[in-house]
């Protein structure tokens, strides 16, 4: 693990690098820059070699002989880590040009510094192999992305959203803390065993570690820090953490499963139901955003459900003995890990470039961006046609295989048929859904008329932010036709997980991903056959402009156009009763009527009955407890005093 270790040493050097020479901007940018960059190449071919063979790596580093930080890794952390590297390499690049303020010189020194720390971190996490070592890299974890998610301090909504992950991600932490402390209780070790443990301990266990793990990775009702912090981030942090960071949870909840070993139905429906109702509700809230990160956000907790569907299939499988079922669902949810990593970094950068260049988050300001911002309009279709599950991109290779998994389920087995159903169902609303969300953003945003100056004359300039979106784009589009090497390193990520299947043989997926490659070059070679005699036929003809007939009314105007609140209407109409619609229009009177206007918004429902039900109840406790703070030292040494002696009597 030499190699590993040397990795996060190069990129925690690109993290204080720039502490040390921030007062020269240009210099500490490339200092960050190369140092994150370099530790993340190193990464990912470390990452890489452990795929390419079977087994693992391990060591530990001992402590006054009392305690000891283990790491290790095998197939499954190996995915993780090539995600977390890929991004983070990718991330770092597209800063160069994105922090581009001279003036907040020391502001984005740090920047670099806890993104070098998140980064590490990340790693860490799903290499340790004891829970100390998970415990301190999960909160290092935490705490460096707390600070990135507050960078715009300033901001009063950026110190809600940032005091907002806080709460939830130590929330969390209680939930694994006491998920691990049940475990060492009965088990006497900080190792990653559970030998000895009855079912009842083992599902009492995974409750708790799958609402801690659930709520880092965004699974409803837990998301509800989510469309806070990500828009509230730089858009390449918001890339690494839709991205990565919150795949660290569902590295959680595989890790829980393989320790506890427990193949039941419960867990697996659990996770399926959880995985379900959060891809539905993600994709519908997404929908219903106004602003353009918060809508991505929305669409992270969408395909944090479509993963969850996926694992939830697999352990369903494994539970009613039936291994193709169970190997295709944890196949197809690795893959869309992997591949929900690459198109959602993608469609941050791009949403990045967009409101770096015209400085507003709001789509209904934006419009007719892909006349000038062809890179970033091109990169960012197909990003939005991978998340829509479309071949051939790659958000459509793990999908497949889930479908593929669920099928199997209903055909093989009929303790499986409802929740299989279910299952198949409910991915085909998500992609119908997501396809109506990102078919409303691309309108809106990038085509038609620019519906207020500052959509007006933009540019793309900045070639570090569009190199990194071009590679993520090749990326989709080269794993949508040429799945096969990335399905054998899932295939090696569902071995490490010890399912009692001994090696999982590669035939019958190498044939669904030669089918897959066969399908994707029938249908390009077809395209290119179309644009190639479209372009013969109509080769020296001229071809005329001219505007579009509006049933003879001649002064259209930008307010005409389909705004993505209306586009969005019919369908948010529907499910109203979990997206509640709340509208502000003053009504119009008299012949003379005053200026009015519209404002509309979609309410998150956990949000909305968390505000009411927890944080206005307990602002009010609080704020009756006030008189305790009183500013007199010698009642706090009391307080702490009378803490000591009630610890001393029941503990």
């Keep these: 693990m030499n190699l590993f270790f040397l990795s996060i040493m190069i990129i925690a050097a690109g993290g204080i690098l720039p502490l040390l020479s921030f007062r020269q901007f240009t210099l500490m940018k490339i ?69 581009n303020q001279p003036e907040k010189a020391l502001r984005t020194a ?16 799903v290499v340790a192999d004891n829970m100390i070592t998970f415990l301190l890299s999960w909160e290092i974890m935490s705490l460096s992305s707390f600070f990135l998610v507050i960078y715009d301090h300033q901001a009063p909504e950026n110190r809600k959203a940032g005091s907002l992950y806080f709460i939830f991600s130590h929330v969390g932490a209680m939930f694994i803390f006491a998920a691990f402390a049940i475990l060492y ?13 009855t079912d009842a301990t083992k599902i009492l266990i995974f409750s708790l570690a799958f609402v801690g793990f659930g709520s880092k990775a965004g699974v409803f009702p837990f998301h509800v820090w989510l469309p806070h912090a990500h828009p509230a981030a730089p858009s390449h942090i918001s890339a690494v953490m839709s991205g990565v960071m919150i795949k660290t949870g569902i590295y959680g909840i595989l890790k829980m499963y393989s ?27 997404a929908l219903g955003q106004n602003d353009i990160k918060r809508l991505l956000a929305y669409s992270s907790v969408e395909n944090v459900g479509i993963i969850l569907i996926g694992l939830g299939v697999g352990m369903i499988g494994v539970a009613l003995g039936n291994p193709i079922m169970a190997v295709l669902g944890f196949c197809g949810g690795m893959l869309h890990v992997l591949n929900h990593s690459l198109f959602k970094s993608l469609l941050f950068m791009g949403a990045g470039v967009v ?46 295989f889930i479908y593929m998994g669920g099928f199997r389920g209903v055909a093989a087995d009929s303790q499986a048929f409802v929740i299989s159903l279910c299952a198949i169902v409910s991915l085909a609303v998500i992609g119908g859904l997501a396809l109506a969300c990102f ?24 070639a570090f932010m569009l190199i990194p979106m071009v590679i993520l784009a090749a990326a989709c589009v080269i794993i949508g036709i040429y799945p096969g090497a990335f399905m054998f390193m899932s295939l090696k990520a569902v071995a490490a997980l010890k399912l009692g299947y001994g090696r999982v043989p590669i035939e019958p997926f190498a044939q669904m991903s030669a089918n897959i490659t066969l399908g994707a070059t029938l249908f390009l070679a077809a395209l290119l056959i179309i644009l190639a005699l479209r372009r013969f036929l109509y080769q020296g003809k001229t071809i005329g402009r001219s505007g579009t007939w509006g049933c003879g009314f001649t002064q259209p105007t930008t307010r005409m156009q389909y705004t993505g609140t209306s586009y969005a209407a019919s369908i948010l109409e529907f499910f109203k009763p979990a997206a509640p619609l709340e509208e502000a229009h003053p009504s119009v009177k008299g012949l003379f009527p005053e200026k009015t206007y519209y404002q509309s918004r979609v309410h998150d429902i956990i949000e909305l009955n968390m505000n009411r039900a927890i944080v206005t109840p307990v602002l009010w406790l609080f704020d009756r407890l006030r008189w305790i703070q009183h500013g007199d030292i010698h009642l706090y040494i009391g307080y702490i005093l009378l803490a000591i002696v009630i610890l001393l009597f029941f503990v």
């Design 355 to 400: 409101v770096h260049k015209t400085g507003t988050k709001s789509i209904n300001a934006l419009g007719g961006l892909l006349k000038n911002m062809k890179i970033t309009g091109a990169t960012f279709l197909i990003g939005a046609l991978a998340i829509s599950g479309l071949p051939p991109f790659n958000g459509f290779v793990g999908e497949f």
């Design 31 to 99: 200092l960050g820059v190369l140092g994150i960059g370099a530790g993340c190449c190193l990464g990912m071919l470390d990452a890489l070699s452990r795929l390419s063979y079977d087994g693992s790596a391990s060591t530990s580093i001992a402590y006054l002989n009392t305690l000891s930080l283990a790491f290790q890794i095998d197939g499954l952390s190996a995915l993780f880590l090539l995600a977390i590297f890929a991004v983070c390499l990718l991330a770092a690049l597209y800063s160069f040009h994105y922090m």
């Design 259 to 285: 320790i506890l070993n427990l193949h039941t139905p419960v867990i697996g429906g659990i996770v399926l139901i959880a995985g379900m109702v959060t891809g539905i509700l993600g994709v519908v809230y």
């Design 185 to 197: 209780g009965q088990t006497g070790s900080f190792g990653f065993e559970a030998a000895g443990l």
């Design 110 to 125: 740090t920047n670099y510094f806890f993104f070098s720390l998140l980064a590490g971190a990340m790693a860490l996490v």
């Design 439 to 462: 078919t409303r953003l691309l309108g809106v945003v990038f085509q038609g008329e620019p519906r207020s100056q500052v959509a007006v004359d933009v540019n793309e300039n900045g």
